[in-house]
């Protein structure tokens, strides 16, 4: 489950109630609910770190929804590593992004709705016999959602949810470009508890750059080379490194580079080649 | 479990302990933990808002407890819709109410202690054989609410657990009335993670009523009629709507209707036909 | 599971989604991720207050590694009463202690690298065919912890995942000792939600000291006497009991002790006999 309800309310207590009263056996793990409130791109983030850790068969339920009630659709999608359930409205962007690049069928990143690759299928969640029976305009995470999500859990064919659908709205995904100047641009995607700045850069970019050798510019320090641990600088000191979800990382040694740095999401990060 | 013991201590963690290790099958699900320190009507609220979306079998346990350790009873509360565990201090008031009313045995609100009506049986936990064998002065939550509830949740027949009452302490429920200028005069009882502020004025109130077509005034608001949907009007404009518990419920589209109209639980809301 | 990873981010649901992946049968209980960052003393205290809770067979994850990445070792500890997965930094040092209080083997609390008791075994991890294909430098919860744990918890010899070592890093146990005027100087270790102040200070101490009949002096009040329970004073007073880990704990009716006091963890408490 990834939302953004947060834990003060019931709403994610109660999503679990609905689906363990049809799937008992379900095991349910929380990504997280402390998405900012509203905000698709953190929730497509979460979900796109995580999902290639969890089993193919795994339902992956997504609630961070502005849209409910409204004519937004409502949606499942299968892909070769995972299931995933939510609200038509971006935020499985960045998986659709990662599955179609691992397989070689790149896709359009402008955004907007995108017709999906061959190896991914949607389905627009239509069949209400397969939700609660009484709908409110504000909760579907519970009424739609959660149900859906317990059903596909014990196997239930997806294609009985509704009618077959060949595209998704998606967001324009924030890539890191080389200007003219053959400077990579890129930009801070997420902050963690930590503090540490995970940007958009991935390893693969500093591969396909050419080298590993580089000079790194965020916010007002310069960053000389990458690290390899948090351990490699002195405590309290910035570094650069490629952290857990293979993305090109701003951290401090036991403390927070976003505090030390003062920086936040949508803030730009320059590469430069050393030499 | 529902408590107001918070996530950075463990003492949610060491009460999944104790009933894992009696009923390792137990799926146990986290209503919320942050539950203001002793504030009972909240922790009422949020068992309130969420028991009916799990069977009948579950196990509901409640520790919001200022009074443990001193003689207050601890309870298990029998009911058609569920079966409560906790201290008799009132957290159980609004499911006894809905209860009562949905099974159109009404009973009373001033609180204090009430007879139960004969859908509901109560039984006094006094029998130490199902405790931990050390209770502490502190922790009934680890002690006696987590043991008594595994044993239950393994088909433990709760006249063992100690002698049937037929009175628990409830608080006296905030209901809405109809003033002698025709206003029906409600309050905040709730404000979510969303800055949504649910009230006490439910939709069976509104049509009793005898009207949606209303003009509510809330702070210095005054909104005219129900939206549907949270998408019913402009981003951070406020709006009126039936919220996921069948309570009506203020909220801002994309925002925070608490912080726009700065209240807070308690507040008055006043509704009037439109006309 | 016990971390200072924080609820924030995936990456407790991602470690989870590697242990569910290799034993789909796993019970995962969150004892908390709230652990301040890098903090191996709070880490070690929660692990100690919840342990004895759980059954002899549940594997113990704590990943609070601010070394991750560097040569610090990875270790799995054997005790009579659990088995402990995480980084050797001191971490288990409380739950070492405990174990070797309980049989009688006390070991030194001087800290540093300490020969454990012979009812205890450590395995130094080494074996990488237990570990995830891909190890980062900056995720062992996900890459090695996880997997490793998933597997103990399926009745995997812990033998096969390394060599057998015979001592672990502790920190200094913070103990309370009796000064030459006969005053007992205890410290303060943790405080809770509640604003309840956890002194080093256990009810054995307190026994060992002859009296429960005492004077309590702490910032500046001075308490008369142990109360038995939260309402043993008017409300908002504060008061001293024996808290819910056997320990002495500083507390407040319905109120803030720390924020009454303005103390914090390292503080000192002083404890004389009455007469």
Redesign the interface.
């Known amino acids: 489950l990834?939302t953004?309800?947060?834990?003060?309310?019931?709403?994610?207590?109660?999503m679990?109630?609905?689906i363990?009263?049809l799937n008992?056996q379900a095991?349910i793990?929380?990504?997280?609910?402390?998405v900012p409130?509203?905000n698709l791109r953190e929730a497509a983030f979460?979900v796109y770190?995580?999902y290639r850790?969890?089993?193919k068969e795994?339902v992956h339920v997504v609630v961070v929804d502005?849209?409910?009630?409204?004519t937004r659709r409502a949606v499942v999608l299968l892909t070769p590593r995972g299931i995933f359930v939510g609200p038509d409205n971006g935020v499985f962007s960045l998986v659709i992004g990662e599955e179609a690049r691992l397989t070689g069928t790149p896709i359009s990143e402008d955004g907007g709705l995108i017709k999906l690759p061959p190896i991914m299928t949607a389905i627009d969640l239509q069949n209400k016999e397969y939700w609660l029976p009484a709908i409110?305009?504000?909760?579907h995470g519970?009424?739609v959602f959660a149900p859906v999500a317990a059903q596909l859990s014990m196997g239930l064919d997806p294609h009985r949810l509704g009618e077959t659908i060949d595209s998704l709205n998606t967001f324009r995904a924030r890539r890191p470009h080389v200007n003219n100047r053959g400077v990579m641009v890129g930009a801070i995607i997420h902050t963690?508890?930590?503090g540490n700045m995970v940007t958009n850069i991935t390893k693969q970019h500093l591969a396909d750059f050419g080298d590993e050798d580089v000079i790194i510019t965020v916010g007002d320090r310069q960053i000389k080379g990458l690290s390899?641990?948090?351990?490699?600088v002195e405590p309290g000191q910035v570094l650069a490194?490629?952290?857990?979800s293979?993305h090109l990382?701003i951290a401090a040694?036991?403390g927070s580079a976003q505090r030390l740095l003062g920086l936040s999401a949508g803030d730009k990060i320059f590469v430069l080649p050393a030499g």
């Open positions: 990834t953004d309800f947060g834990l003060h309310d019931t709403y994610v207590g109660t679990k109630g609905v363990l009263g008992p095991s793990v929380d990504l997280t609910h402390e409130p509203q979460a770190t995580a850790y969890f089993t795994t502005p849209g409910v009630g409204s409110s305009t504000t909760f519970r009424d963690d508890r930590f390899t641990a948090y351990v490699g490194l490629i952290g857990g293979d990382e040694r036991n």
